[in-house]
């Protein structure tokens, strides 16, 4: 499929050609700017991506519940985030995102560090080109260190046009 471009994936693009140990850094640097609580939360951006974004998060001290564990709102964030920026990655300029609903769902202790796959369809992309408003739910896995997903969450973001008609 051929992608059309938008601010973050042109962003994406540039880092793109950086040489591959650098890129998880300045994503993770220059997304921290555009929202400035991931930076504070440590998120590293793993793999960007239209159709498919990888963020993770280390287990450490500023992130841990009481059990020494991640934070049970870490987590969240962590779905939250991929989610988030895989749209971020599609919906065109013009259009403003919004997360509609978030449903999380907490199945066993996790183990570790964590991570967020999302990732979207070639039709949920299309839908936020091809219309001026909607909603997409999008499929994020979160798994900790042993591979298993302690979380199962749901993560609906919406978009509408920026300019609101007259």
């Given at each position: 499929?051929?992608?059309?471009?938008?601010?973050?994936?042109?962003?994406?693009d540039?880092?793109?050609?950086?040489?591959?140990?650098?890129?998880?850094?300045?994503?993770?640097?220059?997304?921290?700017?555009?929202?400035?609580?991931?930076?504070?939360?440590?998120?590293?951006?793993?793999?960007?991506?239209h159709s498919?974004?990888?963020?993770?998060i280390?287990?450490?001290?500023?992130?841990?519940?009481?059990?020494?564990?991640?934070?049970?709102?870490?987590m969240?964030?962590?779905?939250?985030?991929?989610?988030?920026?895989?749209?971020?990655?599609?919906?065109?300029?013009?259009?403003?995102?919004?997360?509609?609903?978030?449903?999380?769902?907490?199945?066993?202790?996790?183990?570790?560090?964590?991570?967020?796959?999302?990732?979207?369809?070639?039709?949920?992309?299309?839908?936020?080109?091809?219309?001026?408003?909607?909603?997409?739910?999008?499929?994020?896995?979160?798994?900790?260190?042993?591979?298993?997903?302690?979380?199962?969450?749901?993560?609906?973001?919406?978009?509408?046009?920026?300019?609101?008609?007259?």
């Open positions: 499929m051929d992608y059309q471009k938008n601010s973050m994936s042109r962003i994406a540039k880092v793109g050609k950086l040489p591959v140990g650098m890129r998880s850094r300045v994503l993770s640097l220059l997304f921290g700017r555009l929202v400035p609580f991931l930076s504070t939360s440590g998120i590293r951006f793993e793999q960007v991506g498919s974004l990888t963020v993770s280390r287990n450490q001290r500023k992130v841990q519940n009481h059990i020494k564990g991640v934070h049970a709102a870490a969240a964030l962590l779905a939250e985030t991929a989610s988030g920026f895989v749209v971020g990655m599609n919906v065109p300029d013009d259009k403003l995102m919004l997360l509609k609903s978030m449903k999380v769902n907490y199945i066993k202790r996790a183990q570790g560090n964590m991570r967020a796959v999302a990732t979207l369809s070639d039709a949920q992309i299309h839908a936020m080109y091809d219309t001026d408003k909607g909603d997409v739910l999008v499929d994020v896995s979160v798994t900790d260190e042993s591979g298993e997903s302690p979380v199962i969450c749901e993560m609906v973001w919406a978009w509408v046009p920026k300019k609101r008609p007259q």
